[in-house]
């Protein structure tokens, strides 16, 4: 099973600023990476595919970058609605696929 | 429209069966995956396995199979996440996802279903 690691477990930003979120996987899962977002009381949203594709309306401040093992998730001028939890998961290898345990935006 | 609608919270005791559904509206039912996540109070995302709805075709996380089950119905759209037995520990919120034949990336997600074991 790929164990997918998440770093920080909690980020703390002002509004306006960046983030970067990291995901690290136990070997290689190529670009078959995934970003969700979830906020409270909500399902999961699909952010990012492919390592860096931007799913279906998702704003441009949210971009995914890497490939192997190595990914980040940066979200530029954080607004009030981007504090959540975030999770990476792999889909390139199963089963199972792998989430990540989640990196928590929160205001600073 | 794609939308994933899934069934109503349930309250079980231990040892009783549970059969929850999602239903897909909005477009075809093929070249799709849809896939069960689970998630336990106040923690992360485990994926539970998937269903090729068309033919029934399953890939069960091993830490889940033998303990649940996956089916489907094409004529209703619909399908569903079972348990013979529930125990305590099944308490949790379960979600079904969406994903193509060609990216397993979940990009359309049911609001979910609660539920709760407990005597």
């Known amino acids: 099973e790929i164990v997918m690691t998440q770093s920080p477990a909690t980020l703390s930003v002002s509004p306006g600023e960046r983030a970067t979120l990291s995901c690290r996987a136990s070997q290689s899962v190529r670009s078959n990476l995934a970003w969700y977002q979830q906020k409270p009381g909500q399902a999961p949203r699909l952010l990012i595919h492919?390592?860096?594709t931007r799913a279906s309306g998702i704003p441009a401040r949210f971009s995914g970058s890497g490939s192997g093992t190595e990914f980040t998730l940066t979200i530029t001028s954080l607004q009030s609605e981007d504090f959540a939890v975030y999770y990476c998961?792999?889909?390139?290898?199963?089963?199972?696929?792998?989430f990540g345990q989640g990196t928590k935006v929160e205001v600073k | 429209e794609v939308q994933l609608v899934q069934s109503g919270a349930e309250v079980k005791q231990p040892g009783e069966s549970l059969r929850i559904s999602c239903m897909v509206s909005g477009n075809t039912f093929t070249n799709y995956w849809i896939t069960w996540v689970r998630q336990l109070p106040g923690q992360g995302l485990e994926w539970m396995g998937r269903?090729?709805?068309?033919?029934?075709?399953?890939n069960y996380n091993p830490s889940f199979q033998g303990h649940v089950s996956f089916s489907s119905d094409m004529s209703i759209t619909t399908t569903y996440l079972q348990w013979s037995s529930v125990r305590a520990s099944d308490t949790a919120m379960y979600y079904c996802?969406?994903?193509?034949?060609?990216?397993?990336?979940?990009?359309?997600w049911g609001q979910g279903t609660m539920v709760i074991v407990s005597s």
């Open positions: 269903i090729d709805p068309t033919d029934s075709y399953t």
């Open positions: 492919g390592a860096s």
């Open positions: 998961q792999q889909y390139n290898n199963w089963p199972p696929r792998t």
């Open positions: 996802a969406r994903s193509t034949m060609v990216s397993d990336a979940l990009d359309i």
